[in-house]
Structure formats: structure tokens, C-alpha cells
């Protein structure tokens, strides 16, 4: 069940535990309250039907439980999804998945807090 406002522009929605997706109803978010793995599938599917284009949040602790789920819709290039953290922090679902999004659409991890030898892009402010 989704609580939505009418449209059939790219849409807003939240997966996740009721009590923590209430809060996103304010803004106008779409409200897919999942407390169990099987209600989370059944989330993102109604999600998946809204127009392309739509923004899809995902509490971390509900996204652990479906992600081979959110990786295939991701991959249809239907929408976007974002991992955000619940009330106890983050565990770091989603900054591995931008990490992971980020090294798919340009080939490196520009994430890493490795340096390695990689050169100053910009060399001459060095001293600034």
C-alpha cells in the first residue's frame, strides 16, 4: 500500500520502515512503508511502476535486505534509488553504492581515500 499524490512526472518515493518514512511524507514523498523483506519487494515493484525519472530512497537497513532487487532496477535505467541511513546511522550501504555507481559510470573510484601517485589536477594553486 502507497499513500501518493497524483502525476505523471517523475515521482518520489521512500521504502523503509513506517515510523522512519513518515517524516518524508512532508515533503511529498510517496510512502511505501515495508517492515519485512517480502513488504520491500512488493515497495520497490509498486515504485518501479511510477513514470521514469522518479527518485527512489531507500532506508539502509530495508535496502540490505533487497538488493539484488534495487542493483536490477538500477540497471533498467528506469530511475534512480538512494540508500539513506535510519535512525541508528549509517552501516554504509549507501556510500557503497555511490562508490559502486561511481566507478560504473566513469571508471574510477573517486571515492578512495588512497592518493597513490595520482597527479595535483591542479598544480599551480599548490602553494595557495
Known sequence: MSIEPAGDKGQLHAI??????????????????AGTAEEARKALAEADGSPPGSLILVVEETAAAIMPEIREMEAAARHASLIVPAREGSAGLGMEAMRSAIVRS?????????????????????NQ
Open 16 to 33: 523503509g520502515p513506517a515510523e522512519v518514512i513518515l517524516p518524508f511524507r512532508a515533503a511529498g514523498v510517496i510512502l511505501h512503508p
Open 106 to 126: 566513469v571508471g574510477v573510484d573517486l571515492l578512495s581515500n588512497e592518493r597513490g601517485s595520482t597527479p595535483n589536477a591542479n598544480p599551480t594553486n599548490e
